[in-house]
């Protein structure tokens, strides 16, 4: 039963995604027929992720409180008005408004994660957040080719696509994935005190002795990676000499790595060995990586650099998101794949602005020597907080507990 809701996540996701991918790379072209420039194309870049970093939390709140399937509902519904405002948009405004709309319901991967997190043992559960991972890559292979091919129709073809896409991943929640949270558990989140998120409740958990290290972790890490795909046609453009053709080639061939380290890697990785040991080990592969990509002389060595960026990348973006499922009791879940959404969100809020402007004055070696060196500082931090001087996580934790140190504990959590 569970494998196959899994498979539904998995197409529904993957149904978002490929509208998503549909519009993604033709946004600085559509924007520019309204006379944008390109700081103006950076803060359209910018204003879903600023957007998804309001939503993603309230929506991973709710869907702890009110269950997964509505809130996939309305995230999903949120997609379809904004790529249906992009479609008929006459101004530039109208541009950043269906971005903001799509961004502030766009909490979806979240809410898919924490439906995972629901119906997956904590020995599995990294697999099934490689799924989500596989999802967002095929997404990201056919998505950028098809809106290609529509693109020669009028951009607002592919926004229109993307908007049916949407609504059919909307139909497949509405008729084929059943709530994964029981009437239990959401009358025990009812109870909570601290449930609201505010800015006292992510000081509370950037200082929880598990959670925090690895929010900070995934902070570092998305503004440093979230720097370089965000500025990569930039980087394409300016270090290779390479058009917009041959730039969405590149992607593909990126998306494709994905989804093998996901779909593959990471399944086969993380039953042989610990998620602390893969985390420092991506890390590492990283920052190396991002120094090596940033003297990239020509595209057949690209090709070869973007292998371990990418597959890092696709670690760290899973495993890190599975090590806060566990390192938090089980009805906290949502809330903190929220939290640990909009912290992404901020970086992708962040990075192109950063990213663009290292690139304009200094020059397209910056954002991969930047990135690098933020990169090697969070592998030390890394080492220390989950090898050296590790917390344990909630399991370890709980199951060492008598009773009622544990009950104790409860009631610290829910009266901090």
């Given at each position: 039963?569970?494998?196959?809701?899994?498979?539904?996540?998995?197409?529904?996701?993957?149904?978002?995604?490929?509208?998503?991918?549909?519009?993604?790379?033709?946004?600085?072209?559509?924007?520019?027929?309204?006379?944008?420039?390109?700081?103006?194309?950076?803060?359209?870049?910018?204003?879903y992720a600023a957007m998804q970093?309001?939503?993603?939390?309230?929506?991973?709140?709710?869907?702890?409180?009110?269950?997964?399937?509505?809130?996939?509902?309305?995230?999903?519904?949120?997609?379809?008005?904004?790529?249906?405002?992009?479609?008929?948009?006459?101004?530039?405004?109208?541009?950043?408004l269906s971005r903001m709309v799509?961004?502030?319901?766009?909490?979806?991967?979240?809410?898919?994660?924490?439906?995972?997190?629901?119906?997956?043992?904590?020995?599995?559960?990294?697999?099934?957040?490689?799924?989500?991972?596989?999802?967002?890559?095929?997404?990201?292979?056919?998505?950028?080719?098809?809106?290609?091919?529509?693109?020669?129709?009028?951009?607002?073809?592919?926004?229109?696509?993307?908007?049916?896409?949407?609504?059919?991943?909307?139909?497949?929640?509405?008729?084929?994935l059943p709530e994964s949270l029981?009437?239990?558990?959401?009358?025990?989140?009812?109870?909570?005190?601290?449930?609201?998120?505010?800015?006292?409740?992510?000081?509370?958990?950037?200082?929880?002795?598990?959670?925090?290290?690895?929010?900070?972790?995934?902070?570092?890490?998305?503004?440093?990676?979230?720097?370089?795909?965000?500025?990569?046609?930039?980087?394409?453009?300016?270090?290779?000499?390479?058009?917009?053709?041959?730039?969405?080639?590149?992607?593909?061939?990126?998306?494709?790595?994905?989804?093998?380290?996901?779909?593959?890697?990471?399944?086969?990785?993380?039953?042989?060995?610990?998620?602390?040991?893969?985390?420092?080990?991506?890390?590492?592969?990283?920052?190396?990586?991002?120094?090596?990509?940033?003297?990239?002389?020509?595209?057949?060595?690209?090709?070869?650099?973007?292998?371990?960026?990418?597959?890092?990348?696709?670690?760290?973006?899973?495993?890190?998101?599975?090590?806060?499922?566990?390192?938090?009791?089980?009805?906290?879940?949502?809330?903190?794949?929220?939290?640990?959404?909009?912290?992404?969100?901020?970086?992708?809020?962040?990075?192109?602005?950063?990213?663009?402007?290292?690139?304009?004055?200094?020059?397209?070696?910056?954002?991969?020597?930047?990135?690098?060196?933020?990169?090697?500082?969070?592998?030390?931090?890394?080492?220390?907080?989950?090898?050296?001087?590790?917390?344990?996580?909630?399991?370890?934790?709980?199951?060492?507990?008598?009773?009622?140190?544990?009950?104790?504990?409860?009631?610290?959590?829910?009266?901090?």
């Amino acid at each position: 039963m569970h494998s196959n809701r899994l498979l539904v996540i998995f197409v529904i996701v993957f149904i978002g995604l490929l509208g998503f991918g549909l519009i993604l790379p033709l946004l600085p072209y559509y924007a520019e027929t309204f006379g944008a420039s390109p700081t103006q194309v950076g803060l359209l870049m910018a204003s879903y992720a600023a957007m998804q970093l309001m939503g993603a939390p309230i929506l991973g709140r709710m869907s702890d409180r009110f269950g997964r399937r509505p809130m996939l509902m309305l995230s999903l519904l949120g997609s379809v008005a904004g790529f249906i405002l992009l479609g008929i948009a006459q101004s530039l405004w109208m541009l950043f408004l269906s971005r903001m709309v799509d961004g502030l319901t766009g909490g979806n991967i979240s809410v898919a994660q924490a439906y995972i997190a629901d119906v997956t043992e904590e020995k599995n559960r990294a697999k099934g957040f490689g799924l989500i991972g596989a999802a967002f890559g095929l997404g990201f292979i056919f998505g950028p080719v098809m809106g290609g091919l529509l693109s020669v129709y009028g951009f607002a073809v592919p926004a229109f696509a993307a908007a049916g896409l949407s609504f059919l991943a909307f139909l497949g929640v509405v008729f084929l994935l059943p709530e994964s949270l029981d009437e239990e558990r959401r009358q025990a989140l009812a109870a909570k005190k601290s449930e609201e998120f505010t800015l006292k409740n992510l000081w509370i958990a950037l200082n929880r002795p598990r959670v925090g290290p690895l929010l900070s972790i995934r902070f570092l890490f998305g503004l440093a990676f979230s720097g370089f795909q965000t500025i990569f046609p930039l980087y394409a453009q300016y270090q290779l000499k390479l058009d917009a053709r041959m730039t969405g080639f590149v992607l593909t061939y990126v998306g494709v790595l994905v989804v093998l380290v996901q779909g593959i890697g990471i399944p086969w990785l993380s039953s042989r060995f610990s998620e602390q040991g893969l985390i420092i080990s991506a890390l590492a592969t990283m920052a190396g990586a991002l120094f090596l990509w940033a003297f990239t002389p020509n595209v057949p060595i690209l090709l070869l650099v973007l292998v371990p960026l990418a597959g890092s990348g696709g670690v760290l973006n899973t495993l890190l998101n599975s090590a806060l499922s566990k390192a938090v009791h089980p009805e906290e879940v949502g809330g903190m794949l929220g939290l640990s959404a909009s912290l992404e969100s901020l970086t992708r809020a962040l990075a192109p602005a950063g990213a663009g402007y290292l690139l304009d004055t200094l020059g397209p070696w910056a954002p991969g020597v930047v990135g690098s060196l933020i990169i090697a500082s969070v592998f030390v931090f890394a080492w220390w907080h989950l090898i050296a001087n590790p917390a344990p996580a909630y399991a370890a934790r709980k199951a060492s507990m008598s009773p009622s140190a544990h009950r104790a504990s409860t009631n610290e959590r829910l009266n901090p």
